[in-house]
C-alpha cells in the first residue's frame, strides 16, 4: 500500500519560511514523480512544483519560481518543499502526490488528474 505522510505547516508571517515534508512508503521515490499542489478557499487545486529525482528534473509553478524548492531525501523516501520569502497568496491546504509511474524523456506531470496517490493535506497560512 502506497502512504505519503505529510509535515510541517503552519502559521507564518510575510516574508517568512517554511517546510513542508512528504514522507512516503510502498513506492520508492527515484520510481516516481512526486508532486506538491495548494487549494486555496474557494479555488481549484492547482500544481505548484513536481520532481522526477530518476531524471534529476523538476518544475515550478511561475509564481513560486525563486523562492520555493523542491528536493529529496532517498534515504528517507522523503520530499520536501521548501518555502521562502511567503506571502498571503500562498495560503492554502498543501498536499503531496505520487503519479506511481517511473518516466522517461524529461516530461513532469503537472496536473491534478496525473497523480493516483496523496498525502492528507496541510493547512499554510501566511498572515500578519
Known amino acids: 500500500e502506497v502512504q505519503l505522510v505529510q509535515s510541517g505547516g503552519g502559521l507564518v508571517q510575510p516574508g517568512g519560511s517554511l517546510r513542508l515534508s512528504c514522507a512516503v512508503s510502498g513506492l520508492a521515490i527515484d520510481d516516481t514523480t512526486i508532486g506538491w499542489f495548494r487549494q486555496a478557499p474557494g479555488k481549484e487545486r492547482e500544481g505548484v512544483s513536481c520532481i522526477s529525482d530518476y531524471e534529476g528534473n523538476t518544475w515550478y509553478k511561475d509564481s513560486v519560481k525563486g523562492r520555493f524548492t523542491i528536493s529529496t531525501d532517498n534515504a528517507k523516501n522523503t520530499v520536501y518543499l521548501q518555502m521562502n520569502s511567503l506571502n498571503p497568496e500562498d495560503t492554502a491546504v498543501y498536499y503531496c502526490?505520487?503519479?506511481?509511474?517511473?518516466?522517461?524523456?524529461?516530461?513532469?506531470?503537472?496536473?491534478?488528474?496525473?497523480?493516483?496517490?496523496w498525502g492528507q493535506g496541510t493547512q499554510v497560512t501566511v498572515s500578519s
Open positions: 502526490a505520487a503519479d506511481g509511474v517511473l518516466r522517461s524523456g524529461g516530461y513532469l506531470p503537472t496536473f491534478e488528474y496525473q497523480y493516483n496517490y
